[in-house]
């Protein structure tokens, strides 16, 4: 969440929000909350999008490699870091390959 905050503070460009899973966009869409153990996940991304554009984008798990390496390296190093500008190390062979395209 770090991130996306971040991001907000930072840019007042669209905001894209993507995941390999289709609850997590349709309850970001829908308005609805999953009754999960991540319905806590969704309300804060509602919370920090506050009344930005957003445009939710169901990928691939295939397409999630730089966010699952980049949570590895959170868990593994116990550190939060930002990269302004820069590709960190840990990712730096993955995000090329993980650039996904907006719909249009």
Not at 43 to 62: A, C, D, M, S, T
């Amino acid at each position: 969440m770090q991130g996306m905050a971040l991001a907000i503070q930072h840019s007042h460009l669209l905001v894209v929000v993507q995941s390999d899973s289709s609850e997590a966009i349709s309850c970001l869409t829908n308005g609805t909350l999953l009754r999960s153990a991540y319905g806590h996940i969704v309300l804060e991304i509602k919370f920090l999008l506050g009344n930005r554009e957003f445009v939710p984008q169901k990928i691939n798990r295939l397409q999630n490699r730089v966010a699952d390496q980049l949570a590895k390296y959170s868990r593994t190093e116990r550190a939060t870091a930002v990269w302004l500008g820069s590709v960190p190390p840990c990712i730096k062979d993955l995000w090329p390959l993980d650039c996904n395209s907006l719909p249009k």
